[in-house]
């Protein structure tokens, strides 16, 4: 029997998590949220993400190290320190959260794509073109997670050359001052919020490698801390450099501005394709091994536990989330499906930290040796449900009631590992 191909650090967590966090909202939205919100708004936006990601980051790297870690990522490591009730609830939702990400980026990639070649723009062409590439993408994550990692590496490289080429791009659209407040169309800033958080939640296609991870215990902490804070270096990096010396008006009016100041467009078009593909890759290898650990547990069906080859790898939870986000490809609008992504993925990290801070303070066998403040958990999770009330508040009290509900449920099952 083949032995199972095992991943480090770099190529099982940081590679996956940093492609999906310098994403399509990065290059999609960004320009767009700094030119509405200006310098200030935008660093605004950023740090609040970041402060809910950065601390559900630590919150998981210290549930990871305090038990073996297996197959499954942070649904694993949650069910096995907090018990299946509370693990199944959290772990549906952010597999139902990643399986929309695909779509996401999926519809950022059709966007860019049909723009490029002058193509129709309307939401049937993206819808199409979307559900192609999902086809694309799902046919290379069937064949081989070891294909889909090294594909990953080629991408990472092409988004690098394009950030040089923005960087080092034409100033010659550099407006008379810098842009501090903004050129606002209208948009609330808590929308711009919902728009952008996705792009901060690209650590949890890293974390949810665990089982094909050399060492989970020393990689999710190190490489989940590690993407994270890159990010943040990249993203303060070019709303400092997109106010200076962009044109405020331009940047929330026109989508092709990072073409304009590009030093070779053809880099950014490059960045942009691989961005997205390699965030949908992030997703959909990260969405089927959450679903196929809550089968193993007996949590949902025992039709998707079931894994093929050394890898075990779950190509029958890997159709389930196809549908869903080939369902989020109908939807076919990008800035509707970021803000189903932010609710899902807000609403889950709040009750993750609240988790990971309970554990901490009531438990006496929670030993981690990465271990997190309480109050760091406590912080993140404070900062997840007040961004809720802001953002949507009926949506917040539907995703609590449909948690909470899922949580009942399998409580009552009395479920054991």
Not at 8 to 25: D, E, K, R
Not at 127 to 156: D, E, H, N, P, W
Not at 302 to 331: C, Y
Request: proline share 3%.
């Amino acid at each position: 029997m083949a032995k199972a191909r095992k991943f480090g650090t770099f190529g099982g967590v940081f590679t996956p998590s940093i492609l999906t966090i310098l994403g399509v909202i990065m290059y999609m939205r960004l320009p767009m949220i700094v030119g509405e919100a200006g310098l200030f708004g935008a660093l605004g936006i950023i740090f609040v993400a970041h402060l809910i990601s950065i601390t559900t980051g630590l919150s998981v790297s210290s549930i990871a190290t305090d038990k073996r870690v297996k197959e499954g990522g942070t649904y694993y490591i949650i069910s096995r320190s907090l018990g299946l009730s509370i693990g199944g609830t959290l772990g549906l939702a952010l597999f139902v959260g990643l399986s929309f990400s695909v779509s996401l980026y999926l519809i950022g990639f059709s966007e860019s794509f049909l723009g490029y070649f002058g193509l129709p723009f309307d939401i049937n062409h993206i819808r199409i073109a979307g559900s192609i590439i999902l086809l694309l993408v799902t046919i290379i994550t069937f064949i081989s997670t070891s294909l889909a990692i090294k594909t990953q590496y080629l991408i990472m490289t092409a988004i690098v050359l394009s950030l040089l080429s923005i960087f080092f791009g034409h100033h010659s659209l550099t407006s008379a001052s810098p842009n501090l407040v903004g050129f606002s169309t209208g948009v609330p800033l808590m929308v711009l919020f919902g728009i952008f958080f996705p792009a901060v939640t690209g650590f949890e296609a890293g974390v949810s490698m665990s089982g094909d991870l050399k060492d989970a215990k020393k990689s999710i902490p190190l490489g989940t801390i590690s993407a994270i804070s890159i990010g943040l270096v990249v993203y303060i990096g070019l709303i400092f450099f997109l106010s200076y010396t962009v044109d405020g008006k331009l940047l929330a009016t026109d989508p092709q501005a990072l073409f304009k100041i590009a030093l070779v467009p053809q880099l950014v078009i490059a960045g942009i394709w691989g961005a997205t593909l390699s965030s949908a890759l992030g997703s959909i290898l990260a969405a089927p091994r959450i679903l196929q650990s809550t089968a193993l547990d007996k949590i949902t069906p025992r039709f998707f536990a079931h894994g093929t080859g050394a890898s075990k790898e779950p190509r029958n939870a890997l159709l389930l989330t196809f549908v869903i986000a080939e369902a989020g490809i109908l939807i076919g609008q990008l800035d509707v499906i970021a803000r189903i992504v932010s609710i899902f993925f807000i609403t889950t990290y709040g009750f993750l930290n609240l988790s990971a801070a309970f554990e901490s303070l009531t438990s006496a066998d929670f030993r981690p040796s990465f271990r997190t403040p309480a109050w760091v958990s406590i912080v993140g999770s404070l900062a997840c449900f007040l961004v809720m009330i802001q953002l949507d508040f009926l949506a917040m009290v539907g995703a609590v009631l449909i948690l909470g509900t899922l949580f009942l449920i399998l409580k009552r099952r009395q479920l054991v590992l």
